[in-house]
């Protein structure tokens, strides 16, 4: 299967991806405060695929919206 | 300018807890997701296995702008979804913590900051649905077929009064509510019933605004923009204005009390 995909293809969608996790591990190191313990949000925003960092941004965070 | 001030605030506002990186992102993501399932389909069915042996699958390609309709269908479910979602909290949040009346309490008028609240929510939708069309386009051009800039632009410009209408609605429940949650639930509430009631009576609907997608479907396919599509674009365009007067009126009288 692996042979068929061009990666050229996939990988702008990879790179996006990261990014988004990055930014939300950025964004939830400087926050003081969440729903919940932080590394529950650290393990959703790595495993959860473009989920996990959109309900980190919506609701992830405490006070500062 | 004290508008520019305030919008210059919101923007701040908006890059410091990542909306302006995150909601382009994410369209992006949506963008992308359809032209590449489509083009991938006979490899994603041969993976999940289960057909006969020598059983031949025939999935006719759809024709390219039917992909960017896709697209816009998605954007319509989740690209909704996560706008009510972003903009729940502008201004009743404000409220809650108290920021509101730091900004009230000097000479601000009440148009200029729910004005500068719309754009700046409405700046963040617009180059996020740009981005996440533009990079359904180049997909589909990419890999399925051409399909005209003119008629991208076209796509970007009316489905993008649609969602002007979701962000108005959002900011209007805004005025109207103090906890975010209802504000959201009221909105998908407005959204879903525009959606449902259109779709069941299209036929007397037609110049409903919640029929985007299926007039620009029509547009793709003629090649014209159909009449109904500027019906349903004046309609949508209409109850933004008449929206954002009544947010600021009863922003006002619920400021007062």
Avoid: C
């Amino acid at each position: 299967m692996f042979e068929t995909i061009e990666w050229g293809i996939i990988a702008p969608l990879i790179v996006i991806e990261l990014i988004l996790k990055i930014v939300a591990l950025i964004s939830l190191s400087r926050t003081n405060t969440t729903y919940g313990p932080k590394w529950l949000w650290i393990l959703i925003i790595l495993i959860i695929n473009t989920i996990g960092p959109v309900a980190y941004f919506i609701v992830g965070r405490r006070g500062d919206g | 300018m004290q508008w520019l001030t305030i919008f210059k605030r919101e923007n701040l506002e908006a890059a410091r807890n990542f909306k302006w990186v995150w909601v382009p992102l994410v369209f992006i993501i949506l963008g992308v997701t359809d032209p590449l399932s489509t083009y991938y389909l006979p490899e994603i069915l041969d993976s999940m296995g289960g057909l006969p042996e020598g059983a031949t699958v025939d999935i006719p390609t759809p024709p390219p702008g039917e992909v960017l309709i896709m697209s816009l269908s998605q954007f319509n479910m989740l690209g909704v979804l996560i706008v009510v979602l972003m903009s729940m909290g502008t201004i009743s949040g404000e409220r809650k913590s108290g920021v509101a009346e730091l900004v009230l309490v000097k000479p601000v008028h009440y148009h200029t900051y729910i004005s500068a609240k719309w754009a700046g929510t409405l700046g963040i939708v617009a180059v996020s649905l740009f981005l996440g069309l533009l990079s359904s386009w180049y997909y589909t051009n990419l890999l399925i077929g051409d399909v005209a800039f003119g008629q991208f632009m076209q796509l970007f410009l009316f489905y993008g009064v649609w969602l002007a209408l979701v962000v108005t609605f959002s900011l209007f429940f805004n005025t109207l509510f103090r906890s975010p949650g209802m504000v959201s639930f009221l909105t998908l509430a407005v959204v879903i019933l525009i959606s449902m009631v259109s779709n069941v009576l299209s036929h007397i609907l037609t110049w409903s605004p919640g029929l985007m997608i299926p007039h620009l479907s029509t547009m793709l396919a003629e090649g014209s923009v159909p009449g109904e599509l500027w019906a349903a674009t004046s309609i949508s365009l209409a109850t933004i204005v008449i929206l954002l007067i009544a947010s600021t009126l009863v922003f006002r009288t619920k400021e007062m009390a």
